[in-house]
């Protein structure tokens, strides 16, 4: 295994460009208003999976399913454009 260039080259990503930035891999789609979406990492699939199996076999009610599931994504997206806008939102208010 090679180890990643250490000097910034001339493929190196601007870290200071305003805007949304695309998730990192796999693939995404971009949502008017929201911004790109794509396929969650394979640790976040297997959590939402659990949850779901947990739900559907009766083990935890599906509200609180549906809560772990949200809480879990929105923890994983903290630094979303649209979850920002809407903090912001709520601060000014």
């Known amino acids: ?3 990643p ?3 910034p080259g001339p493929a190196a990503a601007d870290t200071t ?3 949304p930035a695309a998730p990192e891999t796999g693939w995404h789609v971009d949502v008017p208003l929201i911004g790109p979406v794509g396929w969650p990492p394979t640790g976040n ?3 939402l999976a659990a949850i779901g199996g947990l ?3 009766e083990v ?3 509200p609180v399913a549906a809560a772990l599931a949200i809480g879990h994504v929105l923890a994983q997206a ?3 454009p649209a979850l920002r ?3 912001e939102g709520l601060e000014d208010a």
């Open 60 to 62: 935890v009610a599906w």
């Open 78 to 80: 903290h630094d979303h």
């Open 5 to 7: 260039p250490t000097g």
């Open 1 to 3: 295994m090679t180890a």
């Open 45 to 47: 699939l297997a959590f």
């Open 55 to 57: 739900a559907a076999l």
């Open 85 to 87: 806008g809407i903090g």
């Open 17 to 19: 460009a305003p805007g």
